[in-house]
């Protein structure tokens, strides 16, 4: 599940703004000038924006929030004790980072029956715990998944056809 953390006092309009972006066609340098004032203005934060052909990265104070459009793939630097959901096609990534914890976000569409109680059983064999399991559909593709493993917890929803994956990892203080 997510953290707290990641909610930092400014993250969430960070979030919001970066989603905003997201869904926007390719912004032009100028633009991105136009919008790091926008949000500075809405935040009271120096931010730092950068977009590029189908990936938005917003930083301030700390906190960097990435989201990737174009041919989205499971992150690289997803931690390794994470299995990849490989089932279905990832739609969006994202990833946050705050000084506390570093988390990723994962949209995943065209979910196959079965998928979450095999994803399920995976997250076990990587020696997560799952602290909360619900399956919502008959063949096992909807539901939602809680499982923690030292300092990575993940959390998985969906109803059947898509759904979110977040990880978040605490880092050490």
């Known amino acids: 599940m997510i953290q707290s953390s990641v909610l930092h006092k400014g993250i969430v309009p960070l979030l919001i703004a970066g989603s905003v972006i ?8 100028a633009e991105d000038a136009i919008l790091e004032k926008v949000i500075e203005h ?11 052909s189908g990936r938005v ?22 931690p390794s004790v994470v299995p990849r959901f490989a089932y279905g096609t990832v ?15 994962v949209t995943v569409e065209k979910v196959p029956a079965n998928a979450f109680r095999e994803y399920d059983a995976l997250l076990k064999k990587a020696g997560f715990e799952t602290t909360l ?8 593709s909807g539901g939602t998944i809680q499982a923690t493993n ?4 993940v959390f998985l929803m969906g109803d059947g056809k898509t759904l979110s994956l977040a990880v978040s990892q605490e880092k050490k203080q």
Do not use: H, Y
Not at 42 to 52: H, I, Q
Not at 150 to 153: I, M, Q, R, S
């Open 133 to 140: 399991t619900t399956v919502t559909s008959a063949e096992g």
């Open 57 to 78: 990265s917003i930083e301030s104070e700390g906190k960097k929030f990435e989201i990737t459009q174009d041919k989205a793939t499971w992150p690289d630097d997803m």
């Open 150 to 153: 030292g300092a990575v917890t």
């Open 42 to 52: 809405s935040t009271g934060s120096d931010v730092e924006l950068n977009t590029g």
């Open 22 to 29: 997201f869904l926007a066609s390719c912004q032009k340098k």
């Open 91 to 105: 739609m969006m990534a994202t990833r946050t980072a705050t000084p506390e914890s570093d988390g990723w976000s």
